[in-house]
């Protein structure tokens, strides 16, 4: 069974439209990225797909069933990360955690997760007393805890250190090594070439481009850019073989750079912010 099948997906609001006919496949265990700007109807799908917001038309099944219909055994596979964070009640953390884990079949054990989370060392603390980004993973924590088949991650890293963007990394890898199918929403263009398997560009409601991480919307054809500077000035020749390039170039050459697209570029190109 694909964890995730949409065909067609729309969503309007009043008269607007913010989702205008998505469709994609995630497979079990893939990492699945979302990206694009604000507004692009990122949230709305993604909350579409949790069952949380009702959709206007297409077709839609996760691990299934369809999210507008499936009962409490099914929303018992998922786990959600939402964009806001889980209101801190006077609880601990490793009390907030037992907490939720009452709620699932077959929840994993609540210290492993707070330690898969980096918060050991803070699991006696109350969550009200923790950082911004300490809080963020409690939310990470609460959405693996059920031992979930398929994970919605929304922003998951707004707000850590880059350290512990890399601890979180290397948390979804090996949740997906073990079958986990991840859908995750990022602005973080370094996040999701790190991550994703797979990604989808949104801009407008629509999907503009989709692929992997290095070869989305023409990446692995793109050309190479070589500059140099010499005593006649800056050069700058766009090739198929910068190496070639490079073994031709004269010994008083300054400054040389080999430049390739980068995801950044392909995406900025895609959702229309430069021309
Ligand atoms: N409840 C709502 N009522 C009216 N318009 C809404 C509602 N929710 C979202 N929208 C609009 O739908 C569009 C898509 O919003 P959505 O939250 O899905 O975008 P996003 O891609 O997740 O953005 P961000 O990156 O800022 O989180 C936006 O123009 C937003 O203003």
């Known amino acids: 069974m694909t964890p995730i099948e949409v065909h067609g997906l729309r969503k309007t609001y009043g008269g607007f439209t913010a989702v205008d006919g998505i469709s994609l496949s995630v497979a079990a265990g893939e ?34 069933e369809d999210p507008g219909l499936a009962g409490r055994r099914w929303r018992a596979r998922i786990g959600i990360v939402l964009q806001t964070a889980t209101d801190a009640a006077d609880l601990t953390v490793r009390e907030t955690v037992r907490h939720y884990a009452r709620f699932y ?32 993973r ?6 693996i805890i059920g031992n979930p088949a398929l994970v919605f991650l929304d922003e998951p890293t707004t707000g850590f250190d880059p350290e512990a963007r890399r601890q979180f990394w290397a948390l979804i890898r090996s ?9 995750l929403t990022t602005h973080y263009l370094d996040e999701a ?40 000035g800056l050069h700058e020749v766009r090739t198929d073989t910068p190496n070639t390039v490079v073994g031709t170039l004269p010994p008083d050459a300054l400054d040389l750079q080999i430049r390739r697209p980068s995801l950044e570029d392909v995406y900025l190109d895609l959702i229309g912010a430069r021309s």
Request: charged share 20%; net charge neutral.
């Open 31 to 64: 990492i699945f990225a979302l990206l694009g700007p604000n507004g692009a109807g990122k949230s709305t799908t993604i909350e579409i797909l949790e069952g949380h917001r009702r959709r206007d038309s297409g077709d839609v099944l996760v691990l299934g």
């Open 175 to 183: 949740l997906a090594a073990d079958g986990t199918t991840i859908l």
């Open 193 to 232: 070439a790190a991550l994703a398997d797979r990604l989808a560009i949104i801009a407008g409601g629509r999907v503009v481009a989709d692929g992997t991480p290095s070869t989305v919307g023409g990446l692995a054809q793109a050309q190479a850019t070589v500059t140099w500077r010499d005593s006649a």
């Open 105 to 136: 079949p077959t929840p994993r054990d609540p210290d492993e997760v707070i330690a898969s989370v980096g918060l050991t060392s803070k699991a006696g603390a109350l969550v009200r007393t923790l950082s911004g980004g300490q809080r963020r």
């Open 138 to 143: 409690v939310d990470v924590a609460l959405g």
